[in-house]
């Protein structure tokens, strides 16, 4: 599928589930953003060990039951 046809077919379901008016207030929200994500991502990313992330695993599993 085409880019040009993903676009459509999004607008379209946006239309069909929430009208004109909602869509529309629906793409005002969405924002482009500024900022370095790569650069900020590093930021947090490089202070995480894999400890952190052993112990941030266990507690979703524990969540989850």
Avoid: S
């Avoid at 207030?25 to 990313?45: A, I, N, P, S």
């Amino acid at each position: 599928m085409k880019l040009r046809e993903i676009k459509h077919k999004g607008y379209k379901a946006l239309i069909d589930a929430l009208g004109v008016a909602g869509t529309l207030r629906f793409l005002q929200q969405l924002e482009v953003g500024c900022g370095d994500y790569t650069r900020e991502r590093h930021q947090w990313l490089d202070q995480l060990t894999i400890d952190d992330f052993r112990n941030y695993v266990k507690q979703k599993k524990i969540e989850e039951q």
